[in-house]
Each structure stands twice: as C-alpha cells, then as structure tokens.
C-alpha cells in the first residue's frame, strides 16, 4: 500500500524497524504523551510534579564544565521563567532561537536561581509557528499529542510519524478492517479497531491523561487484548491439536501404587501430591502428555518425575530422564539407583552421556533398543546418539531453558508408535499467569511448597574490600565440618571469556561507582553487623571510578585462596571447560566431603546436590542475573545446618545491579524473584525470547497487561470452542466474521510470531 510521505528511502529505513505495511505503522503506538490542551502555566508548577509546559524561549547557553559540557536554555511566560537543563547537552547548541515556542515535558525541581524552578533533561519539541503548516499545528498544538519513539534518526522522528499516521488515518476512515467479533467487542465493552487505533495515537479532547500514559484507555485496551487474543488463539489450537493425537493411556492400578509406595522416601508435600496427581491424570489419557512441572529449586521435582516414571515402567514402557549436563545426569542416575534399591522388583537403569566410551555407549544402546533398560538417564547424548527405543512411554526434561528440544523427541521413539508422554521440568519460576498463558502448548504444574524443615538462608551483601572476613567465615565454617562455594563470573582473565556471564562487562547500563552509602545499606538490618562485625566503609576513591574493573576469574582466585586466605583446606576448581571425567570427579569428591571448598563458575548452578555445603559466596554478584543468583543460593540451605549466601561486589555497581542485590537480600521467594527479574528485564530478555519461542510484542507489555492476557486466553478458549462441533464448521463458512479471525490468525502468527507451525 502506498502511504503518503513514505518513499522508497524511507520505506528501507523503516524495513530496519520491521516495519514493512502501513498497518506496522499504526501498531507504532506512542510511548507517551503530552498534554497540549491546557498547558500548565509556571506560576502554578510545584515543585516534585511532572508537567508540560508551553513556553518562549528567552535564552539559552553552553557552558563548558571539567567533567561534561551542561546546556542551560530559561524559558518564559511573561515575567516567570524555567530553567531547563542538559547535560551533555552539546548537540543542543544552536538549536533554539529566543522567541520561538517550545514545549518541554519533565520533572519540576527547585532552583536556586531567579527562575526558583527548573527542569533536568526535560523532553522537548519546538512548536510550529505560523511559518509552518497547518497540519504541524493542527497536530500538535492545543491537543493531547502524541510522542513516538523515533525510527530512525531525526528524519522519522515524532514529528513524522505523527504526520503520516494522521494522513494514513485519513485515508482509511471507514475502511479499517475489523478482525475480532463485534459480539465480542460489545460484550468486552472495547471499541472497533478503526476507532481504537485513530484514538490511540490521537486521543479526543478531555481524554483522562494518567490513563494515556498507563496505556489504559479503551482504545488500547482494545489494541493489547487484539494482539494478545491472537496470540492465545494459536496457543490453543496447538493445545488442542496436541489433544487429538494418538497417545499412550497409561494404567493405575493398584500394582503401580504399591510400586511407587514402595520407594518413595518421604511424605510428601502437598503441593508434590497435587503435582503428582495432575501428571498422572495426563498420563491416563489417550493424547501425549505435555506438562510442565514448575517448581523453586529443592522443591522436590525430582520425586515427582520419578513417580511419573515409574508409572510408565510399570506399564512396561520405558522411561527416559534427560539432563542438561554429565554431572546432573550422573547425580539423577545415583539417586534413581538408590531410591529403586528399595524397591522389591528389580528395575534395569543405565546412563547413556557423551563422555562414556565407544564400546559403553554401543552396549547401553543396545540395552535400550531391546527394551531391557527400563528407565534411561542420559544428557543430549540420548538425542544425538540416535537412540532408539524400545516402548519409549516417558521423556522427563530437566531444565528446559537450556535444550530447546521438545520436537525432536520424535526422534526417540520407532516409527509406527505412538508419541510419548512429555514432562518439561524448570526451577526457572515463571509467574503462574505467565506460565499458564505463554506456554500455551504445555499445561503446567507449580509446586509452591518447600519439603519440610528447611532453616531460611541468610544473605547478605558485602563490598569486595571485606575478602578477608568472608574468607574467615568460610575457615570457621570449613573447622565446623562443612563446605563451602565460592562463584566466579568468569573461568580465567582473558575478556573474551565469559561465557556464563548475563551482564557482562560492556553492559549497556551506566555502571555508577559504589557510595559509601552502600555499606550501611548492607547493615541496615544491623544483622550485617553480626555477620562482619567490624564494618570499616571505605571512602570510594577517585582512582577507583576510572578503573575499569577486571573480573575476577574461578582459575586466578582457585590458585591465590589455596595459597593465601584458604591454605591448609582442601580447594577444588570446577569450570565449563573441565572434561567431563574431570569434572565429574571433582563433584564427587565435593559430595563425598573430600574437597572443603569449591571454587566454580555457574556450571554448579543447576540442580547439584551437597546437603553438607552450607556457604555459597558469589563474587562480583552484581554481574549476575537475578535467575542465575538464586540458583546459586538454592546450591545451599539443603541440609539441617544454617546456611548463608554472600554476595560479594566489586568497585562498580550498576543501578539495576544494586535493584538485583538488594532483592536478593530482601527475599528468598523464586516466584518474587523471577516477578522483579520479569520486570526489569522485560519478558523478552527474561525468557530468552528467541530460545524460548516467546513472541515478541507490538503493544502489549506482558508484566503490565497480565489481567487482559487472561481475559484473551479466555475468549480465546471460548472462541476455539464455539467452532468445534461439526454443526459450527458448516455455519462458521457461512459467518465472514468468524472465518476473518481465522484468516487474521494465521497472518498474526505466520508474520508477527513467526512461531513453529503446530506439529
Ligand atoms: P529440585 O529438583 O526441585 O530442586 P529435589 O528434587 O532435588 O529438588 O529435592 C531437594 C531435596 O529435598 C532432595 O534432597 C530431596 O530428597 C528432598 N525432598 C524432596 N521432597 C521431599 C519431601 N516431601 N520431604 C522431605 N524431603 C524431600
Ligand atoms: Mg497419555
């Protein structure tokens, strides 16, 4: 479609913005807006509010500091002027001539100067004056406007943007497509699309302002629950088409209760017993069991999906436990073998990793082929060895994030047999509603409960000045019998080796430098205090801002503790990039009590159990994400013993750092973690968006827009529902409405999502 305004330039420079049709245009929603109506006058501006203020330009000025050059421009309404102030301003220079009017739009701060207020980097524009067009002012003049994220230089800033979709609009009225049922809208009470997506970027009069900014007006309510909609109605389609395929119904008689009674340990929680129950349901049934089986570290998932397993063996299937790494792998091996000891039958398990030498993997795949292993635990090697199974009737997954490898399960099992059952297991806590509609194509089951008689973990944060008094505390610790680790963002010095980082050293944050202030935050609660009694803040030098702050590396401080602060106990180096025999020997001399002290990187992150390690110290935590942290903590706190947490920082803290470190220390719930990890990082991010086939969106926020994502995917259930009797089929062609959604599904998902066809 020809738009008015963009030509072939143009058109290439918004393609870089994924921005192909003129319907992309008008889902570039403003980010914000100002209020243009009445603008506020100086004399009644107060100090801490922000406002949009309609100004002359009185002066304005570059003035060269030491550190950054500050561009300083007083703006008037008659006798009271405003100070509006940039640093860094130098692109400003020239930019304003007195006499000109100008919007800014910021915070309203006290000043010391004549004018008594002022604003801080405040958002501007320069108004049209009767030199320009019409259309300008129209636009943006004595009306709420709209203020877009450019897209692309000054060339397709605001200004355009609002120029073309107004004329877009103009061109379209009347004929804007609606896509969702007016049945639907009505009951939802959401206006039609054309009126949705004119409003939105160009509000009518009197429009309540905070619901602007909030996103929260009809008109984009209307635009976040299309968008939303869509994306659950593929969800459920796929849920659906999941549901029709043929499966294994797996029995539970009272042979397989009494087998699983037979081994299980403990009593255990509730929430495992609900969990339980959910799988099995699944299981019964004749379609392939999709789960997800969600739960904070040391939750017990373990049993779960061993019960879940041996459900399947006693149906005489196999079942197949797969990990991300040898060491995981090893651990689930260890404990399946001793649990099924206490078991009267006599179950057959093997271990299938890449480590294991020709001759051993050609005999374990035998045994799995013929179907004389019963229970399989392996790592990828189980996908990448060409395994074939037997009666393949289970695959559990540890720690979906890191394998991304739900459809090629297909290739376990023979050709001609139906589908296994499929349990996705992750520590990663998704906030329920998230889970629930974003892995759409999976049900999920949460376990919200810890096992009984865990003491809580004390964490607490301490600059990297104080080593020497957390390398006390693991010494006394070490004399009392117990173990300690201590993390390491990265494995040797070099810069290009961080390959477990999350926010490595370029982090696009401005890393600020630590105030002292900081080391009484961390004795707020005065239990630092009785931690490192002897708090000594150290002034933060001017030397040390300009450092660029070397990370330290798990094979640079493995040799200085052994030889320094840590001599005389027994220190072990665990990385990445040990082979597995290395590593795997390492880890078992840890869990064996032979080694005091592991000093690692993340690879101890997942799913390592040594109920006796009571310290986990993590250094330059404020390198880590938020996820990976509260992995690392989960490391300890396993035992009966108490338990502590250090989180150790370098010189420089980034803001967002600090926010992590401070949750840390606030909180031990996974599920409050990952809800602040969600929205400082944006869900995006916080899945891994491409890895975890999330969609990215064009005007839904998913931590903001959780309640309707719910109300879509319940519509979209209804929806799905409504067209499935056969009755419906025959009506549903003769209904251009429902038969457009469909049609507007399938561009939806194949354009915006780009997600794997169903299948
Ligand atoms: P996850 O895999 O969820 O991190 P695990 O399955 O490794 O957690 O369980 C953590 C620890 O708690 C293990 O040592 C396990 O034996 C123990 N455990 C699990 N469920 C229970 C229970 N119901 N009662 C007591 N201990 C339990
Ligand atoms: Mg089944």
Redesign the pocket.
Known sequence: MYVRGVGPRLAEMLAAREILTAEDLLYHLPFRYEDRQNPRSLDELKPGETASVIAEVRGSTLLRTRKAPIFEMTVGQGRLSLKCIWFNGSYLNGKFQAGQTVAVYGKVEPSRSISNLKMIQPQFEVLPDATDDAETRLLEVGRITPVYESLGGSRLASRWQRKVIFNLLEGMRGAVPECLPKEMLARLDLPNRETALREVHFPPEGTPFAQLQGSATPPHRRLIFEELFFLELGLELKRRRMRQRPGIEFATTDKVREAIREVL?????SA?KRALGEIVADMRQPSPMRRLLQ?????????VALQAMLVAMENGFQAALMAPTEILATQHFLAARKLLERSSRRYRIVLLTGSLDEDRKRHTRSLINSGEAQLVIGTHALIEEKVEFDRLGLVVVDEQHRFGVLQRFKLMKKPNQAEPDVLV?T?TPIPRTLALSLYGDLDVSI?DEL???RTPIVTRRVPGERADEVWDFVRKHVAKGQQAYIVYPVIEGTKDDQPELDFPLDEAEPAVDLPPATTGKTTRRGKTAELFPKVAPEPNSGARAGLKSALKSATEMHEKLRQGPLAGLRVGLLHGRLDADEKEIIMRRFQRGEIDVLVATTVIEV?V?V?NATVMVVEHAERFGLAQLHQLR?RVG?GAAKSYCILMTGPRVSPLGEERLNAMVRTQDGFELAELDLTMRGPGEFFGTRQAGLPEFRVANLVRDRQLLELAKLEAAGFANASNSNQAKRSEAADPERARVWARLKEAWQRRYGLVEAG
Not at 265 to 269: D, G, S
Not at 295 to 303: L, M, N, Y
């Open positions: 340990p403990f009593h255990p929680t495992q739960g904070d570290v040391g939750s017990g998932k373990t049993i297991m520590a376990l096992p009984p008689g799913g159990d109920p989960g396993r």
